[in-house]
C-alpha cells in the first residue's frame, strides 16, 4: 500500500532487498548526507560495513536500522527543545 501511494503521488520508489549491499555513494543518498561524510561514519565505526576489493559495502538492513535510530535520536532532540521553549516562555505552544 505504501509503494502504491507514493507512486499516486508521483513520488519515485525503489524496491531493495534487506540484504542488498549497497555502494558508499547509493548509502549516502538514502541518508541524504555527502559520500565524504557518510565514509566518515564508515571509519569511525558508527555504521557496520565490509570491503569488496578496496571498495566498501554498506548492508542495506544496517543502513535502515542506522537510519531509524538517528531519527529517533532527532525527534527525541526536537521535543527536549520544544519542552525548553515552552518553558522559557518563548511564544511556542
Known amino acids: 500500500m505504501d509503494i502504491l501511494s507514493e507512486l ?3 513520488n519515485a520508489v525503489r524496491v531493495v532487498p534487506v540484504h542488498a549491499e549497497l555502494t ?8 541524504n548526507v555527502s559520500r565524504p561524510h557518510l565514509v566518515k561514519l564508515l571509519e569511525e565505526g558508527v555504521l557496520p560495513h565490509h570491503k569488496t576489493g578496496k571498495h566498501r559495502r554498506v548492508r ?3 543502513l535502515m536500522h542506522f537510519k531509524s ?6 525527534e527525541i532532540a526536537m521535543e527536549e527543545l520544544a519542552k525548553q521553549a515552552q518553558e522559557l516562555e518563548m511564544g511556542y505552544k
Open 8 to 10: 499516486s503521488n508521483g
Open 24 to 31: 558508499t555513494q547509493e548509502a549516502a543518498d538514502l541518508l
Open 60 to 62: 542495506f538492513e544496517n
Open 69 to 74: 535510530e538517528r531519527d529517533r535520536a532527532s
